[in-house]
């Protein structure tokens, strides 16, 4: 699919629609990320599309940061439709217009290809950046299940549409980006198919309502990351996360927040 599909499923899972005329911009760069440039409408400026990130955030009737109207939970999407310094004027799916701190709204999404061995990194449309990844031990399959010694062949790692429901600063491996997978549908499978409880189910199922950490420890797997120590050689050797190079680790790290969605195909 292009990437110009891809948003849109990214975008309309997220509760929003891509403008309908945005056309897509990609760079070339192979390491660096854009130069800062006055964007396109529709793609990065007036009428852009973005989503709440880092926390919920409160949306206002006046810029100056009074008269709050209402309470935007994580990942809600927004239409940007001016922005200053401190507060940006946004409009909501339902229609309404108000203001909300400038630095609560992102952009930016990754994307994760398999087979290609690549992470993306993008802003709004634009291809910011694309870095040579390590994949899991089983790079080709989708995950069913968690993984072990005695079962390489699932340290897989899951397909689909995820986000980053943490930031691990501390990880044994440099710093980690940790996505919100198992989700419902993942338990869903898994309790259909006898290998996780009712009351596991039900646990995953209210972390994803709630915006939080999904129980890790289950026969589904967990932990699934994009996390430095990388080779930058494109190889396959993690147990179902992403590894890229500290060097990248350290530019994405202040990019990505929480709430990123994450595409891994």
């Given at each position: 699919?292009?990437?110009?599909?891809?948003?849109?499923?990214?975008?309309?899972l997220?509760?929003?629609?891509?403008?309908?005329?945005?056309?897509?911009?990609?760079?070339?760069?192979?390491?660096r990320?854009?130069?800062?440039t006055?964007?396109?409408?529709?793609?990065?400026?007036?009428?852009?599309?973005?989503?709440?990130a880092?926390?919920?955030?409160?949306?206002?009737?006046?810029?100056?940061g009074?008269?709050?109207?209402?309470?935007?939970?994580?990942?809600?999407?927004?239409?940007?439709?001016?922005?200053?310094?401190?507060?940006?004027r946004?409009r909501?799916?339902?229609?309404r217009?108000?203001?909300?701190?400038?630095?609560?709204?992102?952009?930016?999404?990754?994307?994760?290809?398999?087979s290609?061995?690549r992470?993306?990194?993008?802003?709004?449309a634009?291809?910011a950046?694309?870095v040579?990844?390590?994949?899991?031990y089983n790079?080709?399959?989708?995950?069913?299940?968690?993984?072990s010694?005695?079962?390489?062949?699932?340290?897989?790692?899951?397909?689909?549409i995820?986000?980053?429901?943490?930031?691990?600063?501390?990880?044994?491996?440099?710093?980690?980006?940790?996505?919100n997978?198992?989700?419902?549908?993942?338990?869903?499978?898994?309790?259909?198919?006898?290998?996780?409880?009712?009351?596991?189910y039900e646990?995953?199922?209210?972390?994803?309502?709630?915006?939080?950490?999904?129980?890790?420890?289950?026969?589904?797997?967990g932990w699934?990351e994009?996390?430095?120590?990388?080779?930058?050689?494109?190889?396959?050797w993690?147990?179902?996360?992403?590894?890229v190079p500290?060097?990248?680790?350290?530019r994405?790290?202040p990019?990505?927040?929480v709430?990123?969605?994450?595409?891994?195909?």
């Amino acid at each position: 699919m292009r990437t110009t599909g891809w948003l849109l499923v990214l975008l309309g899972l997220m509760g929003g629609l891509w403008p309908a005329a945005a056309q897509l911009h990609v760079s070339t760069d192979t390491g660096r990320a854009l130069p800062s440039t006055a964007p396109p409408s529709g793609l990065d400026g007036a009428g852009a599309l973005f989503y709440v990130a880092g926390g919920a955030a409160t949306l206002h009737n006046v810029p100056r940061g009074e008269a709050p109207v209402r309470r935007l939970p994580l990942r809600t999407p927004l239409t940007r439709l001016s922005c200053g310094k401190k507060r940006c004027r946004v409009r909501t799916d339902a229609g309404r217009e108000g203001y909300v701190a400038a630095d609560a709204l992102s952009n930016v999404w990754l994307r994760v290809s398999k087979s290609r061995r690549r992470l993306y990194v993008y802003r709004g449309a634009t291809r910011a950046q694309t870095v040579r990844a390590d994949m899991a031990y089983n790079s080709f399959a989708d995950k069913q299940r968690n993984g072990s010694q005695g079962r390489p062949d699932h340290w897989r790692t899951p397909e689909g549409i995820f986000y980053v429901v943490h930031k691990n600063p501390r990880s044994r491996f440099y710093k980690a980006l940790v996505l919100n997978y198992p989700k419902v549908e993942d338990a869903r499978r898994g309790l259909n198919n006898g290998l996780i409880s009712r009351a596991q189910y039900e646990a995953i199922e209210q972390a994803q309502e709630e915006h939080r950490m999904p129980p890790m420890n289950t026969p589904l797997g967990g932990w699934i990351e994009i996390h430095g120590d990388g080779t930058g050689d494109a190889t396959a050797w993690t147990q179902g996360c992403v590894a890229v190079p500290n060097s990248v680790m350290d530019r994405l790290w202040p990019q990505v927040r929480v709430g990123t969605p994450v595409l891994v195909e």
